[in-house]
C-alpha cells in the first residue's frame, strides 16, 4: 500500500541554504492547512547561519506550540548503523503517523558513500560536495516496497522515494521528530505483503520482479494443493524452495552427476527409451522427473482441461520449465502421486515429506533450514494465500449492483408448456448428423446421443494414450483384449512390446485368451 501526504509543491525549496530546519517544519505544518512564513519559522526555531543547531529546537520552539495535539517528541538515534529494533521501530512510527496526517521531521548524516539513491523510478536528489548535514521530512510510505517518501527542500528534485532501510541509516547519530500523540497501531501484526511473504520463505534468490511475476502461480498452486494453514505451507515452500534453489532453477541442473546418470532405464521412473533419462530429467519448482510421471502428470492436466494435448509434455518435456505449466508438476505430485504430503505436513514429519518427494532424504539440512524459517513467519505466512472465497463475496456485497427484477409466479400452463418442450428436447428421436450414417440408421433421443458420443470419445482417447505407452490404458486394453475385443486386440498387438514387459504383461497370454473368449464373448463394463 502506497500513501503520501499532501504537501504544497511551489513552497518546497528552502529559501536560503541554512533554512532547511524551518522549511521542513513549514512543509509539516502547511499539510494541516497551517501555512507559516519560512522567515517566520526561522526566526521562531533560533536558525542562524550556520543553520538549525538542534533537532529539539524545532519540536519545542515550533511544532509543540503550533500542534501541541500531535505530540511531536525528537528521538535520538545515536547508533550506526541503526539496530533491527531500531528499524522496526521507526517504520512503525513511520506508519502510525502518515496515517494519522502527520509528517516526520528527521535530520540526516549523508557521507558520499551514502548519498540517498532513488527507487520506485524517482530522480535522484543533487546531493554533491561531500558529507551532508541536512534536514528533510517524511511524507509517505510505500509497505510493497517498503519505500518511504522524502521532501527535501534543499536538493532538487526537491521530492521522491528512497528505500526505508536506507532512510534508517542516513539519521545516526542526529535525531528525527515524530508525532507521539497518534493512535497506536492495531494489536493484531500488520498484514505483511504476499511478494514478502513469498521472498522470506524462498530465500531472495531472483529479483523481486520475478518473484513478483511468479506470485500468482504459487498462490494458485497452494490452493490447489490444499495447503490452508501454517504447517501445510511452510511444508510446500521448503520442499520447492530446496529443489528449486528458491524458484531458480525450473530445470535440474544436468552433468551428469553419478546419480542422474542412473536415471536411464530406471523401470519405476518410466524410462523405456534410449535417452529418456535426460530428456525427462527434473523440471518445475517441484523437480518433476521420468517418462512416468511426466505422462501421467499431462494426462491428469489434460482431463482436467488444463492444457489442450494429452502428450504436450512427453514430446515437449521443456514446456514444464514455463511459468504456465510448471507448477501443474507441484499440483499433480503434491495431490495425486504423493497425496499424503498434506497428512505429514500436519504431522510435522519433514524427514517424511523429504522421502515422499525425494525418495531419500537428499539436502534434509537445507530443507530443515527452510522449513524451521518458515515455521518462525507464524501466522504472518498465511497472507500468502489468495483472498478467501468468502472475503470475495463480502467484497462483492459491498459493490454496488442494480435492483433485480422481482420474478413472476409461471401458471400452470405455463409449467405444462415447459415440462413438454423439455420432454420433447430429451426424449424425441432424431436421426444422425453424421455423413456416414446409413440411409436407414435407427435414431436417437438425445441422452442416447451423448452416451454414444461419451462412448466414442473415451474409446478413441483410451486407445491413444496405449498406444503412446501409458501404463494405466495399456491395462486397459490389455483387459479387453482378453475379453474377445476385437478393436482391443487390433490396438494391443501395435503396443510397443518394451512397454508390456515393463508392465509383467505377456503377450501370449493375451493371444490365448483373446482366442478363447472370441468363441464366447464375455460381456463386460468399463
Given at each position: 500500500m502506497e500513501k503520501i501526504l499532501p504537501f504544497d509543491k511551489p513552497s518546497v525549496a528552502q529559501e536560503t541554504g541554512h533554512w532547511c530546519g524551518p522549511a521542513s517544519a513549514q512543509i509539516v505544518l502547511a499539510s494541516r492547512g497551517i501555512f507559516v512564513p519560512e522567515t517566520e519559522l526561522a526566526r521562531e526555531i533560533g536558525t542562524h547561519t550556520g543553520g538549525t543547531d538542534h533537532i529539539g529546537w524545532i519540536v519545542d520552539r515550533t511544532l509543540k506550540r503550533r500542534v501541541p495535539e500531535a505530540g511531536y517528541q525528537a528521538v535520538p538515534l545515536r547508533q550506526d548503523p541503526p539496530t533491527k529494533e531500531q528499524r522496526d521501530l521507526l517504520w512503525e512510527r513511520i506508519i502510525r503517523s502518515i496515517d494519522a496526517g502527520w509528517g516526520l521531521v528527521?535530520?540526516?548524516?549523508a557521507p558520499p558513500s551514502n548519498y540517498p539513491r532513488a527507487v520506485k523510478g524517482s530522480r535522484p536528489f543533487h546531493y554533491s560536495?561531500?558529507?551532508?548535514?541536512?534536514?528533510v521530512t517524511l511524507m509517505g510510505y510505500d509497505t510493497?516496497?517498503?519505500?518511504?517518501?522524502?521532501?527535501?527542500?534543499?536538493?532538487?528534485?526537491f521530492w521522491g522515494w528512497i528505500s526505508a532501510a536506507q532512510n534508517a541509516t542516513l539519521i545516526p547519530?542526529?535525531?528525527?521528530?515524530?508525532?507521539?500523540a497518534v493512535p497506536a497501531l492495531k494489536s493484531q501484526p500488520a498484514q505483511r505483503d504476499p511478494l514478502d511473504i513469498l521472498i522470506a520463505c524462498m530465500g531472495n534468490t531472483v529479483s523481486r520482479d520475478r518473484y513478483r511475476a511468479l506470485l500468482p502461480h504459487v498462490q494458485k498452486a497452494l490452493v490447489d494443493c490444499q495447503c490452508n494453514n501454517v504447517n501445510r505451507i511452510s511444508m510446500w515452500m521448503a520442499q520447492c524452495g530446496h529443489e528449486s534453489v528458491g524458484l531458480k532453477y525450473f530445470r535440474e541442473l544436468w552433468g551428469p552427476t553419478p546419480d542422474q546418470m542412473t536415471y536411464e532405464g530406471r523401470k519405476e521412473l518410466g524410462n523405456t527409451q534410449p535417452g529418456d533419462g535426460r530428456k525427462f530429467l527434473g523440471r518445475g519448482p517441484i523437480q518433476l522427473t521420468g517418462r512416468l510421471n511426466y505422462t501421467r502428470m499431462n494426462q491428469w492436466a489434460f482431463e482436467r482441461g488444463y492444457v489442450s494435448s494429452p502428450t504436450l509434455f512427453v514430446n515437449t518435456p521443456e514446456k514444464l520449465?514455463?511459468?504456465?505449466?510448471?507448477?501443474?508438476?507441484?499440483?499433480?505430485?503434491?495431490?495425486?502421486?504423493?497425496?499424503?504430503?498434506?497428512?505429514?505436513?500436519?504431522?510435522?514429519?519433514?524427514?517424511?515429506?523429504?522421502?515422499?518427494?525425494?525418495?531419500?532424504?537428499?539436502?534434509?539440512?537445507d530443507r530443515r533450514n527452510r522449513w524451521n524459517h518458515c515455521l518462525s513467519l507464524g501466522n504472518t505466512i498465511m497472507g500468502i494465500l489468495p483472498p478467501t472465497?468468502?472475503?470475495?463475496?463480502?467484497k462483492k456485497a459491498e459493490e454496488k449492483v442494480p435492483p433485480t427484477l422481482p420474478l413472476e409466479t409461471p401458471t400452470i400452463e405455463e409449467l405444462a408448456r415447459d415440462v413438454e418442450l423439455l420432454k420433447s428436447t430429451l426424449l424425441d428421436l432424431v436421426p444422425s448428423q453424421s455423413r456416414y450414417a446409413h440411409d436407414n440408421e435407427d435414431r436417437w433421443n438425445t441422452v442416447q446421443l451423448i452416451r454414444n458420443i461419451d462412448a466414442m470419445i473415451h474409446e478413441e482417447y483410451a486407445e491413444r494414450l496405449a498406444l503412446l505407452g501409458d501404463p494405466w490404458h495399456i491395462q486397459r486394453i490389455a483387459r479387453?483384449?482378453?475379453?474377445?475385443?476385437?478393436?482391443a486386440h487390433s490396438i494391443f498387438k501395435r503396443i510397443d512390446p518394451k512397454a508390456l514387459q515393463e508392465l509383467g504383461i505377456e503377450p501370449s497370454e493375451v493371444e490365448q485368451d483373446y482366442q478363447a473368449a472370441e468363441k464366447d464373448p464375455i460381456e463386460y463394463e468399463d
Open positions: 528527521q535530520n540526516w548524516v560536495g561531500g558529507t551532508i548535514y541536512h534536514y510493497r516496497e517498503h519505500a518511504v517518501f522524502i521532501i527535501d527542500p534543499g536538493f532538487s528534485p547519530p542526529k535525531d528525527y521528530a515524530w508525532p507521539s520449465e514455463e511459468d504456465q505449466y510448471s507448477f501443474l508438476g507441484v499440483i499433480w505430485y503434491w495431490t495425486v502421486a504423493r497425496s499424503n504430503l498434506n497428512t505429514l505436513s500436519d504431522a510435522k514429519d519433514l524427514e517424511g515429506a523429504t522421502r515422499a518427494i525425494n525418495g531419500g532424504l537428499n539436502g534434509l539440512p472465497t468468502e472475503e470475495a463475496i463480502e479387453n483384449a482378453r475379453r474377445g475385443d476385437r478393436t
